[in-house]
């Protein structure tokens, strides 16, 4: 069992940046793949980035190349998605995941969620 906590979010101006952290609990976190989705009012959750258990190889949505940088810190049971120059289509809620399979991309391999965290971009 994996619990996931979010925290980070805010409201920010265009071009403005916010960190956002995922704590997990137990002893077992390297061993997850980790990865941060987000949905918006009135869409689809979507992915945003995922980074693999040693944190060598990390994966992006298009949307979010360039602007976003995922990042972990396996002895401290943490997941960080730094997002600069954000946009107000930025603006959602963003959760943490942690997955055992493949692949890090879509929502259906991950097992366990954070609550989300309010993400706000105002132009």
């Known amino acids: 069992q994996v619990q996931l906590v979010e925290s980070g979010g805010g409201l920010v101006q265009a071009g403005g940046s916010l960190r956002l952290s995922c704590t997990a609990s137990?002893?077992?976190?390297?061993?997850?793949?980790m990865g941060w989705f987000r949905q918006a009012p009135g869409k689809e959750r979507e992915f945003v980035s995922a980074?693999?258990?040693?944190?060598?190889?990390?994966n992006y949505a298009d949307s979010v190349k360039g602007r976003f940088t995922i990042s972990r810190d396996n002895t401290k049971n943490t997941a960080v998605l730094q997002m600069n120059s954000l946009k107000p289509e930025d603006t959602a809620v963003y959760y943490c995941?942690?997955?055992?399979?493949?692949?890090?991309?879509?929502?259906?391999?991950?097992?366990?969620w954070g609550q989300g965290t309010q993400v706000t971009v105002s132009s």
């Open positions: 995941a942690a997955s055992l399979t493949w692949p890090l991309n879509v929502a259906t391999s991950y097992t366990y």
């Open positions: 137990g002893r077992t976190f390297s061993s997850y793949g």
């Open positions: 980074i693999t258990r040693s944190g060598v190889t990390t």
